[in-house]
């Protein structure tokens, strides 16, 4: 039997306001499907329910009136950790294997370049298993937990993901354009160096528009050279994308955190954030970083804009 007591708890929102909504729009409960989108416009509105059903260990900063909330887990197993359409905008750039196990560059896999300073088994962290089976379990938990609303999702992609798993996206989500990342300088590569990445921009459906109808889709960033973290991005990767698709007080989402970017972009754009990673290393970079940036304005991973002119960026 499908109850208002039954999606107050799956939708983490207080029983009687649910209660007071239905009664005063007249929603009948009869038809599970027709009600739930009814109740949907209330239950997405209702603030921090994304904080609500993760207890266990994280951590938590306060800035203002927003949270910024960090967990070590698998990706998956986050998600589904999430209420149902309780966050606004993902923008991700998971650890594919695909790119490390079919093209070995350089002196080896990628992310074992930094062998000396990561785990026992020589690399910084372990990589997302990109079959199309576990994309797909990912992907639908991306669905689950974006608002029908407001749901915006960025996903980033390397040449080889993109060919591999990017048609996956158009199965759960209304594919708006692909995003070129030129890094301006070369990195590695034995066919053409590599100097550009991908970012998939889709909305969960809805007709939301970002924020200015006059941004590119290639957007110049200089690479990280030196990172203090393996694969680390420029925050201005993130604020491209947090700015044209946020508001005030959205809540951002990044399940493969990595060092952090991604939070310190949501806090440049006022925003509410919540991630996770499932490495070590990540979540005590990533804490460090984000502690020192809300309590002096430093980024302690990076100092320099990545824009080409310093300090000039599209957005602004
Ligand atoms: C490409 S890096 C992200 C880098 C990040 N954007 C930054 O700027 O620092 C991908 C991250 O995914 C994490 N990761 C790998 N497998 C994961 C999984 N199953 N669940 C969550 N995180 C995972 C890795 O530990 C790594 O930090």
Request: net charge neutral.
């Amino acid at each position: 039997m499908y109850t208002l007591s039954k999606i107050a708890d799956e939708y983490c929102v207080a029983e009687d306001d649910l209660d007071y909504y239905a009664n005063s729009h007249n929603i009948n409960l009869g038809n599970k499907r027709k009600s739930l989108q009814q109740l949907l416009p209330f239950i997405e509105d209702v603030p921090d329910r994304v904080f609500k059903t993760l207890n266990e260990s994280h951590t938590e900063f306060q800035y203002e009136d927003k949270k910024i909330s960090i967990y070590q887990d698998d990706a998956i197993s986050f998600l589904k950790k999430l209420p149902p359409n309780s966050v606004d905008v993902i923008v991700t750039d998971p650890a594919y294997s695909g790119m490390n196990n079919k093209l070995k560059l350089g002196k080896g896999r990628i992310v074992g370049k930094y062998s000396d300073k990561g785990t026992s088994e020589g690399k910084w962290f372990s990589e997302f298993e990109d079959s199309e089976e576990n994309y797909t379990l990912f992907l639908s938990e991306c669905k689950r937990v974006l608002k029908e609303s407001t749901g915006h999702i960025y996903l980033m992609f390397d040449s080889f993901s993109l060919l591999s798993l990017g048609n996956v996206v158009r199965d759960f989500f209304d594919v708006k354009n692909i995003i070129t990342w030129d890094k301006v300088n070369i990195g590695m590569g034995h066919y053409y160096r590599r100097r550009h990445e991908y970012v998939i921009f889709s909305t969960n459906g809805n007709t939301r528009k970002i924020k200015n109808r006059s941004f590119p889709d290639v957007w110049q960033f200089k690479r990280i050279h030196n990172s203090k973290y393996p694969t680390q991005k420029p925050v201005e990767v993130f604020q491209a994308m947090i700015y044209a698709s946020t508001e005030d007080k959205f809540t951002v989402c990044d399940p493969f955190l990595g060092s952090a970017s991604s939070a310190i972009a949501a806090i440049k754009n006022n925003c509410n954030f919540i991630g996770c990673d499932i490495s070590d290393k990540a979540m005590e970079i990533s804490k460090e970083r984000i502690g020192e940036y809300l309590s002096s304005g430093v980024d302690i991973l990076q100092k320099k804009s990545s824009a080409i002119e310093s300090g000039k960026v599209f957005w602004e």
